[in-house]
């Protein structure tokens, strides 16, 4: 909960700022910092981290910029979606108009905003997600209905060429390490790909996805 100075009725929402950059770090501290309304209550560097920078600062909401080049950490979102006390997350995305702002918000973040957004747009977000409210652009609003109206119509989400072929490496009982290797990217990318994978079929794990996979003709082992 935001706290309250006694004797006052002003609200101060404090916030985590997350990001692998020191630069933007530093912009998104000042950002905070000259906002009355909000307080910093602690700066991360580390996705990995990111689970015990929010209890340790006790954050009302958390600003998560993911860098240039850093794939969207899927995974992390979704744990912060599954825990007792989820605290918002308001993410910031170099190609929000692709598919990676509708999977932050479908993973459970709370605003998707472009990493040059306005000060006041990022503000914005933070407060609504204090509130328990939600806000992203129009644009990505639509592609986020469309897509959902899609889903309703014809069923399954496709995957992407590089998610068929991390479901086929999990179909071989290839490990995580292991796809990574064979792709030549890291074992947190490979992450991403298995909780999109997992998202899309509505599978809770690797066996159920390759079953999935198997019945929709995805894959062939």
């Keep these: 909960m935001a706290a309250t100075f006694p004797g006052t009725r002003v609200i101060v929402i404090r916030v985590l700022v997350v990001s692998p950059l020191a630069d933007t770090r530093r912009a998104l501290e000042r950002l905070v910092t000259r906002d009355p309304g909000l307080a910093l209550v602690g700066t991360c560097r580390s996705f990995d981290s990111l689970g015990g920078a929010i209890a340790e600062s006790r954050a009302d909401v958390v600003v998560l910029d993911c860098g240039p080049e850093s794939p969207l950490p899927i995974p992390l979102l979704l744990d912060q979606r599954s825990s007792r006390d989820v605290t918002p997350i308001v993410v910031l995305l170099d190609e929000l108009e692709s598919e990676a702002g509708a999977r932050a918000l479908r993973a459970g973040a709370r605003a998707a905003l472009p990493r040059d957004a306005a000060p006041e747009e990022i503000r914005a977000a933070v407060r609504a997600a204090a509130a328990g409210l939600a806000s992203l652009p129009a644009a990505l609003a639509l592609a986020v209905l469309n897509d959902r109206s899609s889903d309703g119509a014809h069923g399954d989400r496709t995957l992407t060429p590089r998610e068929r ?57």
Excluded: C, F, Q, W
């Design 165 to 221: 072929e991390i479901l086929t490496l999990l179909g071989d009982g290839l490990v995580n390490k292991e796809i990574g290797v064979r792709l030549r990217i890291s074992e947190h990318t490979v992450k991403s790909h298995l909780a999109a994978i997992y998202e899309k079929l509505e599978a809770s794990n690797r066996a159920e996805a390759v079953a999935t996979g198997l019945r929709r003709g995805l894959i062939m082992l």
